[in-house]
């Protein structure tokens, strides 16, 4: 379902990939709310956000550099006992840390005329092309803003079907009428007072790097205007388009699509 409120699904990614012609219009309700989406900007989601997860995310970089403790991995079992929420959210965390950490260094390079780390040339260049290397800048900005908000952004594991009453549901249920949708981020106008990435059911059954992928995607439409828009059109939308963006996390943290999954990087 394209647009609406910066929602994924399966399907979706599908016709983003080959391109159809058939797409399907969007319904003059989903319009609305891409127009809500439009407007709505990332103020709310910053003043929400930025403070604390930033402090959160900071407050734990420091490494063990002066440490001589060897710090061993956690168990296996640890991380099965996160479930699929805190998994996929340590993996957004480190898929957006790794894109942030070599976007910089592909700054580096152009700004010292040296040639762009090859990963990072080919996926700016595949989800992101006609674009210019100015342009890294804002890329890095972006990804970084988003990995600030990864450790606090709430996840609401929506119920189908939604309860009377329960907030934002004519929202979710508009999105739960459209099968195979994922997640959709909301946030002010047009949820009703909170920011967060709402789940829907399919998504618990979706292999794991795709239910990590969506939910960054996700994090992308907080940004003013970032959308659907096509991706590697001549003049520059791909800052608009939340697959775009998806395609370079995913591609930059060597993430790859599962068996079945043929649009989890999509074009
Ligand atoms: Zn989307």
Not at 65 to 80: G, K, L, Y
Not at 111 to 134: K, Q
Not at 152 to 168: E, H, M, Q, T, W
Not at 179 to 188: E, K, N, S, V
Request: charged share 15%; hydrophobic share 40%; aromatic share 8%.
């Amino acid at each position: 379902m394209r647009g609406l409120i910066g929602s994924h699904g399966r399907s979706a990614a599908i016709d983003a990939s080959s391109s159809a012609p058939s797409r399907a219009r969007p319904t003059r309700k989903a319009t609305f709310l891409l127009q809500l989406q439009r407007d709505a900007g990332n103020t709310a989601v910053s003043r929400l956000l930025a403070g604390s997860g930033r402090q959160e995310f900071a407050g734990r970089s420091p490494g063990p550099e002066n440490s001589t403790v060897q710090r061993q991995p956690p168990p296996v079992d640890e991380f099965a006992a996160k479930g699929p929420q805190g998994q996929a959210r340590d993996e957004i965390n480190n898929a957006l840390q790794t894109a942030t950490r070599k976007l910089g260094q592909a700054i580096a390079n152009r700004d010292s005329g040296a040639p762009l780390p090859p990963d990072v040339f080919t996926a700016y260049n595949r989800f992101f092309a006609g674009s210019s290397l100015s342009q890294l800048d804002l890329l890095k900005t972006r990804v970084e803003e988003a990995l600030g908000w990864a450790p606090s952004i709430p996840f609401d594991l929506i119920p189908n079907p939604v309860p009377a009453g329960y907030r934002d549901s004519a929202v979710h249920v508009v999105a739960l009428a459209k099968p195979g949708l994922l997640a959709a981020a909301l946030q002010p106008p047009l949820s009703a007072g909170d920011t967060y990435i709402a789940i829907y059911p399919p998504w618990t059954a979706a292999a794991a790097p795709l239910r990590t992928a969506v939910i960054f995607h996700e994090l992308f439409h907080f940004f003013p205007g970032v959308v659907h828009a096509p991706a590697n059109a001549p003049t520059e939308p791909s800052f608009q388009n939340a697959r775009a963006y998806q395609g370079l996390v995913g591609s930059l943290a060597g993430m790859s699509e599962p068996a079945g999954i043929t649009a989890m990087f999509p074009p």
